[in-house]
């Protein structure tokens, strides 16, 4: 039989996967278990990219049981040796209630802040990443000069302040407020926080987001830059900037960590 003979596969036939929904959710500690992993994951690949810095730096989930608590990264462990038995599940008073490490103390003043403002936000996700605090530090938004950057499009906000590091809750109500409804923000002279309903997509809209800044400040750098108009940015959003998107395009990052990175689950 040639190649000509051959017939198309139905589409229902070829394989391809799709973030559950909410409905799908199920046992809450199996949902507790994804969340964890998926946690796991969005370590892992800050730690390749080169996010962190230090000490600093934070991804949370939100518990799908007790749902004014989160699960976080532990303070002062690398981003690249977070391990399963490493997370630390905080309440709402910022006490560690399940782990053996601290939690960051600016974790909780921003993240708790966000998760009480937004209750269908299940994970935020900051780093001090190198692209982003360049930008920040120009008090500057994203433009639409990339298809990329086009999910972000009128979606993040600017928290045009700097008061040192972030420690009082005030600050980070007032950082929640100034995301919104939004899927980002950009903390003026410290860096991105991005959020999703997902931690899949909390942490893919932190890494889309970077690369975004840096496309901007090496084209800006490079000369005269060319603006994708407002019909068209919208467009681009529309179709690239949900949430179901975010998690699709986490997917191969994934299978990289879970087939490269054995001790992941290790406790």
């Known amino acids: 039989m040639g190649l000509h003979d051959l017939k198309p596969i139905p589409k229902d036939q070829l394989h391809f996967r799709w973030p559950r929904s909410h409905e799908d959710a199920g046992d809450v500690r ?20 080169g996010f962190e810095e230090g000490t600093a730096g934070h991804i949370t989930a939100r518990d799908p049981e007790h749902t004014d608590f989160f699960w976080a990264n532990p303070y002062g462990v690398s981003f690249r040796h977070i391990r399963m038995g490493d997370l630390v599940l905080v309440d709402d008073r910022g006490a560690v209630v399940e782990g053996r490490h601290h939690v960051n103390e600016s974790a909780f003043a921003i993240h708790s802040r966000i998760h009480s403002a937004r209750p269908e936000v299940v994970s935020a996700a900051h780093s001090h990443a190198l692209h982003g605090r360049a930008l920040s530090s120009m008090g500057a938004l994203l433009e639409p000069l990339t298809q990329d950057a086009c999910a972000f499009y009128e979606d993040h906000g600017l928290y045009d302040d700097y008061n040192g590091v972030v420690t009082d809750l005030e600050e980070g109500k007032r950082i929640a407020a100034v995301l919104g409804d939004h899927k980002a923000v950009i903390l003026r002279n410290h860096g991105l926080l991005t959020v999703g309903r997902s931690v899949e997509a909390a942490a893919w809209w932190f890494i889309t987001m970077e690369r975004s800044c840096q496309a901007q400040l090496l084209a800006k750098a490079a000369g005269r830059v060319v603006r994708i108009d407002h019909r068209t940015a919208c467009a681009a959003r529309d179709q690239l900037g949900n949430d179901d998107m975010a998690w699709i395009n986490f997917q191969p990052l994934r299978d990289q960590v879970l087939r490269e990175e054995p001790d992941l689950f290790d406790r």
């Open 30 to 49: 199996e949902e507790r278990r994804r969340r964890r992993e998926s946690l796991l994951v969005a370590f892992r690949l800050f730690g390749r990219f």
